[in-house]
Each structure stands twice: as C-alpha cells, then as structure tokens.
C-alpha cells in the first residue's frame, strides 16, 4: 500500500477514535483532520511515512508552521500531531512515540473578552421586538446569556430541550455530555413570546422541525449565521470592542462570580470537565476590580 493511502487510513482511524471512543463533538473531530492533513501533505513533501517520523522531523515541522502562522495555531497543530502519535503508539502501530517529548508552544494566559453589564443590557436590548425577526433574536439572546450557553449549544436546541414551566434547559455539551442549566425570568419570557408569535411564522412555509431557533426560510439556524446577527447588535448598540463568539457565555460566567457565585456552581453551570478551565474567570474578576480600584479610589 502507498503511503498517502497507509497515512489516510491511520488519519481516519484515530478520528474514528475521537468520535467514537472519545465523544468529541463533530466540529472538534474535523479540527482535527485538517490539522494533520496539514502534517500528511508535510510528510509526503518530503517523501517520509508515519514510522520514518522522528522526533527532529516533529520539531522541524513545528519551525516551518512557525515561519507563516502565529504561536497559537502552532500549539493547536502540534497538540493534534503529538495526540495522533500517542494514539498510533497506544495501538501499537508504532513501536515508540516520536512526539512524547515534544513540548507544545507555550501561550501567554488570553483573559476572555468579557462585556460590562451595561453593554450587555445595550446589546440585549437592540432587537426591534415588534418584528419576527426581533422576537427571535431577543429570545437568542437572552438564553445565550441568560444560561451561559456555546453558539453550537444554542442554535442545536430543540423546543422540547426547554422546560418553561420548570424554568430549566438540557443542552448537550463537549464530549456529549447532557447538563440541565436554570433560566431566568427575562429568558422565559422571550421564548414565550418567541414560540407564541415568532417561531410559527418563521415555520409557515417549511417543513415542520424540532429544532427551536429557525433562520427566514423555516430552517435551524446555523452558527454563523447566528454570530452576523450579534455582531450586527452589537454594532447597533455602540460596543466598539470585537467580540468572540463566546463574549456572552465569558459575560455570564464573570457576572456570576462578580455577585458571589461559587466557582464549583460556576464549572457546573458552563459544563466545564476540569475546574482549572473555570479559573481563568477569576482573572478576570480582579483585573475588573483592578480597573475599578484605579478609576474610583483617590490614590490608586
């Protein structure tokens, strides 16, 4: 067999893997693939198969990515290369681990961007609630901030994953894990409205589906076309700052330790595996009381 074809078919077993073995979720499986689609097309360049790599091939490889992309893609890359060879070492494919002692890139800690409580009412406020289009936006958005939800999370809602009468949602998270999230009274109202005088007009002349957010055409909305709605808002509400998809789940969690919720409820709420990914919010709580200690304090 080639070595192209050899390659491809270990590439497609470890994904396999990762969706199968591993749960990872559709998107982070295709992450992957492209990343060492990148590593085959290197390997074959300079006419080299998996077992000819040696650790010097690796770092090579890292300085050549180096050269054109910035630190953060190198470190993402070079994680999926070194997770590639461990599972081709765990399956005893190969004798040895040639990345095992390769160190990934190290990355300065990225506080994530996280909006004031007034922006966040600006930005919540924007969509005209006299329209289909605005009902169904301003229900979006106040169940992505309300229960701190990821994009996919949101637009992959189904009308029955939401109890309004209980005033809870189910959403599947990373690694396929269900978690159950409250809503708030403002939330609930804005699904109300939404389901009662939005959603079956977005419906009228489409198949019915069980998915809770429809785009003009009757259809589940996508990510992006989710992330053009708020950056539009956000635009419209005066918010000079550039926003990531995440800036309203980053928000929740912040908002929340900032009026006294515990980390634990915190991790537990995002659906985060590890509490150290939770952390990184407490960063951001004292840099914003480091702001307010400068602005408000008569020595600062």
Not at 170 to 176: A, I, L, N, S
Not at 213 to 232: E, H
Request: aromatic residues 6%; proline residues 5%; positive net charge.
């Amino acid at each position: 067999m080639s070595q192209p074809q050899h390659t491809s078919l270990l590439v497609d077993r470890f994904l396999d893997f990762l969706r199968v073995e591993r749960g990872l979720s559709r998107n982070t499986v295709e992450a992957y693939g492209r990343d060492l689609a990148g590593f085959v097309s290197h390997l074959e360049g300079i006419g080299k198969e998996v077992t000819d790599v040696t650790p010097d091939l690796i770092s090579d490889y890292m300085g050549f990515l180096a050269r054109t992309l910035s630190r953060a893609t190198v470190a993402r890359k070079t994680s999926s290369v070194k997770m590639f060879f461990r599972f081709l070492a765990s399956e005893g494919i190969i004798p040895t681990n040639p990345a095992r002692l390769i160190s990934t890139p190290k990355l300065g800690r990225r506080l994530p961007g996280v909006l004031s409580l007034q922006e966040v009412e600006r930005l919540l406020s924007e969509p005209d609630t006299s329209t289909t289009k605005g009902l169904r936006d301003r229900a979006m958005l106040e169940v992505l901030y309300g229960a701190g939800l990821r994009v996919s999370e949101l637009v992959g809602l189904k009308v029955s994953d939401i109890n309004l009468e209980a005033g809870f949602l189910k959403t599947m998270g990373k690694g396929q894990k269900e978690r159950v999230v409250p809503l708030g009274a403002k939330a609930i109202e804005a699904v109300k409205e939404y389901l009662a005088s939005a959603r079956p007009l977005l419906l009228r002349k489409a198949r019915p589906t069980s998915f809770l957010f429809l785009n003009s055409r009757g259809r589940p909305l996508s990510r992006q076309g989710f992330w053009k709605i708020i950056k539009q808002y956000a635009r419209e509400a005066g918010i000079g700052r550039r926003l990531s998809p995440h800036s309203l789940r980053h928000s929740f969690a912040s908002h929340l330790l900032e009026g006294g919720a515990d980390l634990r409820s915190v991790q537990m709420l995002l659906g985060h595996a590890d509490i150290a990914t939770t952390q990184i919010y407490t960063h951001v709580t004292r840099e914003r009381l480091k702001e307010i200690h400068r602005k408000c304090h008569p020595r600062p």
